[in-house]
């Protein structure tokens, strides 16, 4: 079974410039999630679907932060403008409903 | 709001000794409880997962964890850690918010096992 796939590993940009990650989920997993993971700290859920609707986006920072799931299955999540808070691991995860959570290598970000 | 506290940021231990992780969380009602695992250079993996029945719960690599619903406690342990345990552990809680499951993760424990 392949895992959940994310691209790029790795980016560096400079603050104010733009930033969009892609995840491509575990097969027939509805529920997809995006965390942002700062550096001695543990994951931060930033916005979690269920299919291709937003089930918890509480936490995303909705003036610079915005992500999609078209069609239910991969996603996208962009960053514009960049800050040097940004910096951080992107992971995004899926699972079966509520089930274990099955992690991506993470897309590790540096705002300069 | 929801919270999972793990209070042990780093935690050293030499091989053979025993180990026990905490974690705490600060809802009250019905939960469902993860540990997950990050080995060096690996992604973030399932440990282990409570969600109803007993409240010991074994999980692979000897791992084992216990509900204690009175103290909101979730803690992991090892009766005999290996070199090969050194990872970041985390807690995970999954608990009903505003109509719908909101899942928190604490802020991890960094395990390094000496030889």
């Known amino acids: 079974e392949a895992g959940v796939a994310q691209s790029p590993r790795y980016k560096i940009i400079e603050k104010r410039q733009s930033v969009a990650f892609w995840c491509n989920p575990i097969s027939g997993h509805a529920t997809l999630y995006w965390y942002q993971q700062i550096l001695g700290q543990g994951p931060k859920l930033l916005i979690q679907?269920?299919?291709?609707?937003?089930?918890?986006d509480s936490q995303l920072p909705k003036d610079r932060f915005s992500a999609e799931r078209l069609k239910g299955v991969d996603s996208t999540l962009k960053i514009q403008p960049a800050k040097l808070e940004d910096s951080a691991v992107y992971l995004c995860a899926s699972s079966w409903g509520l089930e274990t959570q099955y992690f991506g290598p993470g897309t590790r970000l540096l705002v300069l | 709001a929801q919270s999972v506290s793990q209070h042990n940021h780093h935690v050293i231990l030499s091989e053979a000794a025993s180990l026990e992780l905490g974690c705490n969380y600060s809802y009250g009602g019905t939960v469902n409880l993860f540990w997950y695992v990050q080995y060096p250079g690996q992604h973030l993996q399932l440990l282990l997962k409570y969600f109803s029945g007993d409240p010991l719960v074994k999980g692979i690599k000897g791992f084992e964890a216990e509900f204690i619903k009175s103290k909101f406690s979730f803690n992991l342990r090892k009766p005999s850690v290996q070199w090969s345990d050194t990872a970041e552990y985390f807690c995970a809680v999954i608990a009903p918010s505003g109509g719908y499951q909101k899942v928190t993760f604490g802020t991890g424990t960094k395990l390094q096992v000496i030889p």
């Open positions: 679907f269920q299919n291709n609707g937003v089930v918890d």
